[in-house]
C-alpha cells in the first residue's frame, strides 16, 4: 500500500498571512499523524513565505517518521539538510513568482548541477528524490545522475477532466512502470486530492503519495485529523479491492 505524505506548507501559508504564532505547522503535523499520515513533507523556499527554518529544527526533532524536506538545489539549501538531515530531500523547481510548483524539474538541462547536489546529500547519508514530469528521458536521466527515488508530478493530471485526464493518467502510468522497472523507488504527488487520488493508489508498484493542499483545505473545515484518516481511507479501499 502507497504510504501518504502530508504536505503541511499551507498551515503556515495561513500563519504567515499575520506573521503570527498560529496556525503552527508541527502541531498540525502532529495531528496528521495522529489521523494516519506516513509522513511529513515541507518545503522550505528561498523567500520563505510559508514554512521557516524553526519550523524545520522543530520538526526534525518530533517527527517519529518520514520528514521529507522539499528544496530547490541551491548552495544554501543543501547546507540546511546537511545540517538537519531529514529522512529524504526531494528536489523541486523554484520560482519566486510562481504560487505553487508548476512543473517537473528539467531534469536533462540542470543534469551536471542537479548530479552535484545529489551526491553532496547522499554523501551525509540523506536518500534524494527528483520532482520530475512524467517523462521516461528525465526518468532514465533521474537514474543516471545517481537519483535514489523520483516522484511524479501529477499536476497535469489532477488540472484535467475526461478524455485528457484520462491521456494523462496514461502518461503516469507508463512514467511509473518504467521508473519502476530501471530500479528506481517511485512516488507521485501534486494536485491529488479527495476525486482524483483512487486512479494513482491503484497504480501498481507505487511506492507513496504526497498531498498537501486538498488535505489542509479540508481540515480547515472537518480538522486535520478527520481529513487526513479520509485520505487514508480512500486509499486503502484501492489496496483492499486489489488485496
Known amino acids: 500500500m502507497p504510504i ?4 503541511v506548507d ?17 502541531m498540525a503535523a502532529t495531528l496528521a499523524i495522529l489521523g494516519g499520515a506516513d509522513g511529513i513533507t515541507v518545503h522550505l523556499r528561498e523567500d520563505r513565505r ?3 527554518d524553526r519550523d ?4 526534525r526533532e518530533v517527527v517519529p517518521c518520514e520528514l521529507n524536506l522539499e528544496m530547490a538545489a541551491t548552495e544554501e539549501m543543501i547546507n540546511i539538510a546537511l545540517s538537519i538531515k531529514p529522512d529524504m530531500v526531494t528536489l523541486v523547481p523554484e520560482k519566486r513568482q510562481e504560487l505553487t510548483t508548476e512543473g ?27 520532482f520530475i514530469n512524467p517523462s521516461r528521458a528525465d526518468i532514465e536521466c533521474s537514474k543516471e545522475i545517481g537519483a535514489d527515488m523520483v516522484e511524479i508530478h501529477t499536476g497535469y493530471y489532477s488540472e484535467t477532466k475526461g478524455e485528457i ?19 528506481l523507488k517511485t512516488n507521485a504527488g501534486h494536485g491529488l486530492n479527495y ?4 486512479p494513482i493508489a491503484e497504480i501498481q508498484g507505487i511506492r507513496g503519495l504526497y ?33
Not at 501518504?4 to 504536505?7: A, D, F, P, T
Not at 503556515?12 to 505547522?25: L, N, S
Not at 476525486?195 to 483512487?198: D, E, G, L, S
Open 165 to 183: 485526464q484520462l491521456k494523462e493518467l496514461n502518461r503516469i502510468k507508463d512514467a511509473i512502470a518504467f521508473s519502476i522497472g530501471i530500479g
Open 50 to 52: 510559508h514554512i521557516q
Open 211 to 243: 498531498i498537501g493542499h486538498s488535505i489542509i483545505a479540508r481540515a480547515v473545515l472537518v480538522g486535520i485529523e478527520k481529513a487526513v484518516r479520509e485520505m487514508k481511507k480512500l486509499i486503502d479501499e484501492v489496496y483492499n479491492k486489489k488485496y
Open 4 to 7: 501518504l505524505g502530508v504536505n
Open 195 to 198: 476525486y482524483n487520488v483512487k
Open 104 to 130: 517537473g524539474l528539467n531534469v536533462t538541462e540542470l543534469k551536471n548541477s542537479l548530479k552535484e547536489s545529489i551526491k553532496r546529500i547522499k554523501d551525509a547519508g540523506i536518500p534524494v528524490s527528483l
Open 56 to 59: 524545520l529544527k522543530i520538526l
Open 10 to 26: 499551507h498551515v503556515a501559508t495561513i500563519r504567515q498571512a499575520r506573521r503570527t504564532f498560529e496556525p503552527d505547522p508541527v
